[in-house]
């Protein structure tokens, strides 16, 4: 995975001189225009400002569903950021969550809510509103700092990998645990951990096991690790005066702490990580899954056997499929792709899986989804090929976004 230093330095080396001095030469009224359009919005409230001096945070503000995303947040974050990376008063941006969580990721009930209804349209918007601005955080030409003190799962990893820095908590929960929903790890997640060290981004991506904070780190989702001094560290980056990269990490690093993974953690097991996930298909990490649970009698194996065969099966050979892709990908790449993925998981032209997911976890919460296919020997290949193909004239365009202006990075 590119660090966070060197990828934030290449995307300022990579934009034309000509870009870089037009973006800092608009005017302070064109950010103050943009700014206030995103808060005509009537849900302007779940994204909340607080700003002084030459910094600003955008604060995701709907505690009741753990700051769950929806379209109207995505497009207002996205109007705030590109006034910011315009605005040459402002040198840093920082994202956090309000109450216990980061961000729980995409509104998933709502999302489903919609696909029910047929609107397939308000589903495009979504996912398209959200890839978009995961791309601009990706390519943003001023430091970033989000803040993960709390939960920090599927789309909420999405906003804050992507960024300069990624503060971590003894509050932090990571996961991406879309398999168990019938869909699959989205948001920049084929980008992100298929770039992780070994096969511990397809084990992340198939089996939706939670990662704590000291985890986060020593796997590089995190670039720090702060115990208690989360509010030093907001006051301290809210009264910095640059947009020097190496100046806001030496201030993070100012106030961060040491922290290792304990015994028990899956950092731990990273050798029977690589040995049973770096097999080619799902049956064969499962086979080599089982065969190491019957020799060690380890509870963990037999744990992350129950998450396998919980998840939903056609899930988890799109998610293989994708995270094998999307390491030979950049960020635009993966996108691009995760929104075909998406928009097929969601138009029930293959399945259902997504909204019966949904159902079985989040709303009825009986835990027993009835997924179609029931079990992998169910799972054609044509149906993997299919979740992955270009998008028909019913389900497109294909997402666009501004590579000719803001390159990527791999």
């Known amino acids: 995975m590119p660090t966070s230093m060197s990828a934030f330095l290449r995307r300022r080396c990579r934009m034309s001189s000509l870009a870089i001095i037009r973006s800092f030469t608009r005017s302070f009224a064109s950010q103050t225009k943009s700014s206030a359009a995103a808060l005509d919005d009537p ?57 216990r969580a980061f961000c729980a990721g995409g509104d998933i009930v709502r999302l489903s809510q919609l696909v029910d209804k047929g609107d397939l349209e308000a589903c495009k918007d979504f996912f398209w509103t959200l ?8 390519t943003y030409l001023k430091p970033h700092v989000a803040l993960l003190n709390g939960i920090t799962m599927g789309g909420g990893a999405g906003i804050s990998v992507p960024g300069t820095f990624r503060v971590a908590t003894e509050k932090t ?32 991506a198939l089996t939706g096991d939670r990662l704590n904070g000291a985890e986060m ?46 015994n028990m953690s899956i950092i731990q097991r990273t050798e029977t990580i690589d040995k049973c996930f770096g097999h080619d298909t799902v049956e064969e990490i499962i086979d080599f899954m089982e065969s190491e649970a019957a020799r060690t009698t380890d509870p963990w194996c037999i744990s992350t056997l129950k998450r396998l065969h919980d998840a939903s099966p056609l899930s988890l050979k799109v998610a293989l499929r994708s995270i094998r892709e999307g390491r030979f990908q950049t960020l635009d790449q993966c996108l691009i792709r995760e929104y075909r993925m998406s928009l097929q998981g969601v138009s029930k032209q293959i399945t259902n899986d997504f909204c019966e997911g949904v159902r079985a976890q ?18 054609s290949e044509d149906m993997v090929d299919q979740y992955l193909s270009p998008l028909d004239k019913n389900l497109g365009p294909e997402l666009e976004l501004p590579t000719s202006q803001r390159e990527a990075f791999r």
């Not at 201030?251 to 290792?260: C, I």
């Open 43 to 99: 849900h302007h409230n779940h994204v909340i400002v607080q700003g002084r001096g030459n910094s600003r945070t955008a604060i995701l503000n709907r505690p009741s569903s753990l700051n769950a995303l929806d379209t109207s947040m995505g497009d207002t974050l996205q109007k705030l950021y590109e006034s910011w990376e315009n605005n040459p008063d402002v040198r840093l941006v920082a994202l956090k969550g309000s109450s």
């Open 131 to 138: 890839y978009r601005f995961i791309y601009l955080l990706g």
């Open 173 to 204: 929960v990571f996961a991406t645990p879309e398999t168990l929903i019938g869909f699959h790890p989205d948001a920049g997640a084929s980008f992100y951990l298929s770039h992780l060290s070994g096969r511990i981004g397809e084990y992340l």
């Open 217 to 262: 780190m020593a796997c590089g989702l995190a670039t720090h690790y702060s115990l208690h001094a989360l509010p030093l560290i907001e006051e301290h980056i809210g009264n910095l005066v640059t947009d020097d990269p190496s100046v806001v990490e030496a201030s993070l690093e100012k106030y961060s702490d040491l922290v290792y993974p304990d």
């Open 362 to 379: 989040v709303v009825d919460k009986d835990f027993r989804p009835k997924w179609d296919p029931p079990s992998l020997e169910h799972v």
